[in-house]
């Protein structure tokens, strides 16, 4: 299977060639039809299988199909993930699959100054990357609302538990839009993951 047959938009396929990729992995070619159909998705898979590409080039198409300029652009998809590392990983990943679409993400943790992080978001972005310290903190001091986020993923959710991370999750949860879509990536599968992704997604795919 090739990128071509997945009906791609020509600016994402476009900086997929740019990238050297030419065929999904197994994780993209099951998770990208059924997140540009609108779907709820539990995503089993481990970092290294191509996982980040298959949940950000579905939402840049989704984003793309309706686009806000400057400061009018609102945060349309959240991603959560455990690390640091990881969310600056995601981003790159963003830019790098969205360079022809006009989107603009950006990243937020903790551990450094939020000033260059809140003057970021102020400046407009459709996608936002963070860990659920950091995000919490930003949004009690009114710098980030979650009102307008219409896909949201929760990335290595086994991970977040592990680093007890479930109170920041719940939290973000009973902010996040009722109506919306969900992606929850685990690389393992342990009894309260699936009671944790049983109550958050609505008929997901698996
Ligand atoms: P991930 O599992 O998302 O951390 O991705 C692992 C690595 O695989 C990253 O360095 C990606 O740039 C690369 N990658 C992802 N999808 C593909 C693909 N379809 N073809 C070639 N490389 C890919």
Same mark, same amino acid.
């Given at each position: ?50 996982? *980040?590409?298959?949940? @950000? =080039?579905? /939402?840049?198409?989704?984003?793309? +199909? ?6 009018? $652009? ?8 455990? *690390?640091?590392?990881? @969310? =600056?990983? /995601?981003?790159?990943?963003?830019? +790098? ?6 989107? $603009? ?15 970021? /978001? ?85």
């Amino acid at each position: 299977m090739q990128f071509e047959s997945l009906n791609l938009i020509e600016p994402i396929l476009q900086a997929l060639k740019e990238e050297g990729y030419t065929t999904p992995t197994p994780i993209q070619a099951q998770a990208i039809p059924i997140v540009l159909q609108g779907t709820d998705l539990l995503g089993c898979a481990q970092t290294g299988t191509g996982k *980040t590409a298959a949940f @950000a =080039i579905p /939402i840049l198409q989704l984003l793309s +199909a309706e686009k806000l300029y400057g400061n009018k $652009k609102k945060i349309r998809s959240l991603v959560v993930t455990p *690390t640091r590392e990881l @969310a =600056i990983q /995601i981003a790159e990943s963003f830019n +790098a699959y969205g360079r022809h679409t006009g989107l $603009k993400n950006t990243v937020v943790f903790g551990g450094v100054g939020q000033s260059p992080q809140v003057a970021a /978001i102020r400046n407009g972005v459709d996608v936002l990357i963070a860990t659920p310290g950091r995000l919490l903190d930003l949004m009690h001091q009114g710098h980030i609302s979650l009102r307008d986020v219409e896909i949201f993923v929760l990335d290595e959710a086994d991970r977040m538990l592990d680093m007890g991370f479930i109170n920041d999750v719940k939290k973000l949860l009973s902010v996040l839009p009722k109506k919306k879509q969900t992606l929850f990536f685990s690389a393992t599968m342990p009894p309260e993951i699936v009671k944790l992704s049983s109550s958050i997604l609505h008929n997901p795919e698996k």
